[in-house]
């Protein structure tokens, strides 16, 4: 790891506090109290829920439907896999009780923080999270990263493009007046965040907590498997 560093930029979710833990309770949760899914068994729910998920995901990321659609037609789909037929107004009240309960259960990590403010003080560090300003910025402020990260906190609906885009990285650095090369970037996601990060020519350090399989032969990549808060005191001790 070069240490010239300037800047140290983080994702979000999966990065900065476990989003799939909290999406799990959560999701659970909203199923046990959506009234229209009642005489359905979770167990049989989810692993469809899920195939539905991933496979709008893919049709987001490739620019076919929007988030708000994702969130929808997940839900949609998988009931009528049921023989439940809903709106899209009704799918989207699910997910805003959904989402409530998730913003609920986000926390702040006080070890975390401490961390994040003792790096703070010898180097740059910043927020690139892909996601809507007023979701991520609920997260953000329940986690108290607010008054850590301050103004170096670049969501994707404010700057207009999201990871793995190169202009999403490139924004920041450009913004805080920094280079690529001179960046790290920490992240979780191994397309948005570690591929994009790497192909403006950051450094970036994979955090591989879900031990995902991927070819490795990159420079300037360092693969983690521990948790955040033990790569942190690394990067104070670089």
């Known amino acids: 790891m070069d240490k010239d560093l300037k800047l140290i930029m983080f994702d979000l979710d999966n990065t900065l506090f476990p989003f799939d833990e909290l999406w ?110 007023r979701e991520q910025t609920k997260k953000i402020k329940n986690l108290n990263l607010d008054f850590i990260f301050k103004n170096n906190i670049f969501i994707s609906e404010e700057i207009g493009v999201e990871k793995p885009d190169a202009k999403a990285f490139l924004k920041v650095t450009k913004a805080l007046n920094v280079t690529p090369e001179a960046t790290l970037f920490v992240g979780d996601s191994w397309k948005n965040d570690i591929c994009g990060a790497l192909n403006v020519n950051m450094q970036a350090v994979w955090l591989n907590t879900s031990n995902q399989n991927e070819q490795i032969e990159r420079n300037n990549l360092c693969i983690f498997n521990g948790q955040i808060e033990s790569l942190i005191e690394k990067l104070i001790n670089r």
């Open 24 to 133: 799990r309770d959560a999701n659970k949760k909203a199923f046990d109290n959506y009234k229209i899914i009642q005489g359905i068994e979770y167990d049989d729910f989810i692993p469809l829920y899920r195939s539905y998920d991933d496979y709008f995901w893919k049709q987001h990321d490739a620019g076919l439907i929007s988030l708000d659609e994702l969130r929808e037609l997940r839900l949609i789909k998988t009931l009528e896999d049921f023989g439940i037929y809903i709106s899209h107004k009704d799918a989207n009240e699910y997910f805003q009780m959904f989402f409530n309960i998730l913003i609920s259960n986000i926390k702040m990590n006080p070890k975390l923080n401490e961390l994040l403010a003792t790096l703070k003080k010898d180097i740059h560090i910043a927020i690139l999270t892909n996601g809507k300003i």
